[in-house]
C-alpha cells in the first residue's frame, strides 16, 4: 500500500494531462500501460472523467474513458459501479491504492484495471500540485493574456490574422469531413456495421488509395451529413449520444422504412424508442400524451424486427443546468424532420442545386429556409412528456442552430464533394459563400475574445466567427503566444 495523500481530484485531472510520468505506467498485476491520448476533459457533471482516450495495455489498444479517483475504493464509494455512464472506462486512475484488488467492475460486469500513479510521478507530489494549481486556474480564467496590452497592434492586423485563422478552421472542418467519408465508405464495402465502443482502422485502410467511384453511393454522403447534424444538435452535453444514436440506427435501416405514407412518424418512433427517452405505457399523464406514445410504440413494434442496433436508456442523456429549448426530446424532435428530407425529400440534393443555380448573396437564407424547423405535433408543447410548455415551441432549430449547422458542416462537406467530383469551380463559390457569410448566432467566448481585442461586432462575419475560435482555443489556452501574429507583436 502507498503513503496515503488527500488533495482534490481537479488538481489531479491537470497531472493527467500533463502526463508528467517518469517511467512507463503500469497496472496493479504489472501490465504496461502506453497512453496515445489521454483524452478530453469531460466538463459535465455526469460520467467519467476523460472521455476518448485511447491506452495501449501489454498488446491491446483500447478506445473509451478514463475516471480519475483520489482512492481506489472511491469507483465503489462513488457509486460508479452500479452507473452505465461508467461502461466504456477503460483505465481507473488513482493517486492512492488502497485495496488489494488491482481492477474495479463496471456496471456490466467488465473488469477495468487500476494503476496507481503516485510512484510513476516524474516531479514530487508536492511540485505536481503546485503545478497543478496553477494551469487549473489559468484554465478557469477566461481571459486572453494580452487582454490588457493588444491595443498597441492595428486593428486591420488582428482582422487579417483572425481571417486566416478562420479559413484554417474551415479547412480543418473539410479534412475531417473527408476523412469521416472515406471510413463510412470503406465500412459499407466491408458490409461492417460499426461496434458500440470503438475500434481501430487497420493498415489497409491507411494504406487505400480512394477514387471518385468510392463515393458515387448517395447512402454514404446521407450518413455523413445525418451524423454531423445529429452530433450538432446535442450541443457539449448531448453530442456523443446523438452520434451514437446515428450509428446504431444508420441511414441504412431506415431507408428500409422511408416510403412509408407516414414516414416522418416511423422516424420519429425510431428515434425516440431507441434514444431511451419514452416513458413507460403505463405511467402517461393525459390523454394527448397517452394518445400521442401509444401510436409512437404502435410504429415501432411495426419496424423492430428490423432493428438489430443497440437501445439507449434515459441516464445517458443529460438534461441537467440547460434550457429546455435544449433539452434532447426537442433537439432529437428537429432531427426527426432533417432526416426525413435528407432521406425523403433529397436535401442535399437541393442544396448542391442552389449553389449550382442561385447567385450567392441568395444562397445563405435559401439555405437557412431548408435547416430550419419550425415546432409542430406533440413537442411543440412539451419539453418532457409529463412537463407541458407554458408557451408554444415555435422551432425545433431556429435561424442559429441552422446558422452553425450550415457553417460547421453543411458548407465543408459541399466543398468535399464538389472537389471530390472535380467540380473545382463550385467548391470555390462555397469557400466565397463562406468568407461572406454572416451568421445570426450568438457565443459568449467569441464575444469575450472579440471583446478583449476590441474589435467589437467583427464576430458576426462567420470567417471571423471561427477565427477567434481558432484563436482563443488553439492559441490563447495553449499559451502559444510566441507563435501569435498578435501576441509576437505585443510581448516582442
Known amino acids: 500500500m502507498n503513503r496515503r495523500v488527500n488533495i482534490r481530484e481537479k488538481f489531479l485531472y491537470e497531472i493527467w494531462k500533463t502526463q508528467n510520468f517518469h517511467k512507463g505506467l503500469r497496472t496493479g498485476d504489472a501490465k504496461q500501460i502506453e497512453i496515445i491520448s489521454p483524452g478530453e476533459e469531460n466538463k459535465e457533471t455526469d460520467g467519467p472523467d476523460f472521455l476518448h482516450a485511447k491506452i495501449r495495455i501489454d ?54 484495471p487500476s494503476v496507481c500513479i503516485s510512484s510513476f510521478l516524474r516531479d514530487d507530489l508536492r511540485e505536481n500540485i503546485q503545478k497543478s494549481i496553477l494551469s487549473e486556474r489559468n484554465n478557469r480564467m477566461k481571459k486572453m493574456p494580452c487582454i490588457e496590452m493588444n491595443n498597441v497592434v492595428d486593428e486591420k492586423d488582428k482582422l487579417n490574422f483572425i481571417y486566416d485563422l478562420g479559413i484554417l478552421r ?7 469531413a473527408l476523412s469521416r467519408l472515406k471510413e463510412i465508405s470503406y465500412l459499407k464495402e466491408l458490409s461492417i456495421k460499426e461496434p458500440v465502443i470503438g475500434y481501430d482502422f487497420d493498415e489497409r485502410f491507411f494504406n487505400r488509395t480512394f477514387s471518385q467511384s468510392d463515393f458515387n453511393d448517395k447512402a454514404i454522403w446521407h450518413q ?19 452520434k451514437s444514436i446515428t450509428k446504431a440506427a444508420d441511414v441504412n435501416f431506415f431507408n428500409q422504412h422511408i416510403n412509408q405514407s407516414n414516414s416522418v412518424e416511423y422516424i420519429e418512433a425510431a428515434l425516440f424508442n431507441i434514444s431511451g427517452l419514452l416513458p413507460e405505457i403505463d405511467h402517461l399523464p393525459d390523454t394527448e400524451t397517452s394518445t400521442y406514445f401509444r401510436n409512437i410504440y404502435q410504429l415501432w413494434s411495426d419496424i423492430r424486427p428490423s432493428y438489430d442496433g443497440r437501445l439507449f436508456h434515459l441516464s445517458e442523456w443529460h438534461f441537467l ?5 435544449n433539452f434532447p426530446t426537442i433537439r432529437l424532435a428537429g432531427g426527426v424532420h432533417i432526416l426525413h428530407r435528407i432521406l425523403r425529400e433529397n436535401l442535399f440534393g437541393i442544396i448542391i442545386e442552389n ?16 435547416i430550419m424547423v419550425h415546432g409542430q405535433g406533440y413537442w411543440s408543447s412539451h ?19 441552422s446558422d452553425e449547422i450550415i457553417i460547421n458542416i453543411i458548407l465543408p462537406i459541399l466543398v468535399v464533394y464538389f472537389n471530390i467530383f472535380n467540380k473545382k469551380e463550385l467548391a470555390q463559390k ?7 457569410y454572416y451568421q445570426k448566432s450568438n457565443n459568449s467566448l467569441v464575444n469575450e475574445v472579440s471583446s478583449a481585442l476590441s474589435l467589437n461586432t467583427a464576430w458576426k462575419r462567420s470567417v471571423l466567427y471561427q477565427g477567434l475560435i481558432e484563436l482563443f482555443r488553439n492559441y490563447c489556452l495553449k499559451d502559444k503566444c510566441s507563435e ?5 507583436k505585443v510581448f516582442s
Request: proline fraction near 2%; charged fraction near 25%; charge should be positive.
Open 59 to 112: 498488446n491491446i489498444t483500447y478506445i473509451g474513458d478514463v475516471e480519475i479517483d483520489i482512492f481506489t475504493s472511491d469507483w465503489e464509494s462513488h457509486k460508479h459501479r452500479t452507473n452505465k455512464w461508467y461502461n466504456k472506462v477503460i483505465l481507473h486512475v488513482v493517486l492512492n491504492s488502497n485495496m488489494k484488488r488491482t481492477y474495479v467492475i463496471s456496471q456490466n460486469g467488465r473488469r477495468i
Open 170 to 176: 474551415f479547412r480543418s472542418k473539410c479534412d475531417k
Open 224 to 242: 455523413l451529413i445525418y451524423e454531423s447534424v445529429f452530433e450538432a444538435l446535442g450541443y457539449s452535453k448531448n453530442k456523443e449520444i446523438m
Open 321 to 325: 443546468k440547460m434550457r429546455p429549448q
Open 355 to 370: 449553389i449550382e443555380n442561385q447567385d450567392i448573396k441568395d444562397i445563405p437564407k435559401q439555405l437557412q429556409v431548408l
Open 383 to 401: 419539453y418532457v412528456y409529463n412537463q407541458p410548455s407554458k408557451e408554444k415551441i415555435n422551432y425545433f432549430v431556429g435561424i442559429s442552430r
Open 430 to 436: 462555397v469557400i466565397s459563400l463562406y468568407l461572406n
Open 484 to 488: 501569435c501574429q498578435i501576441g509576437k
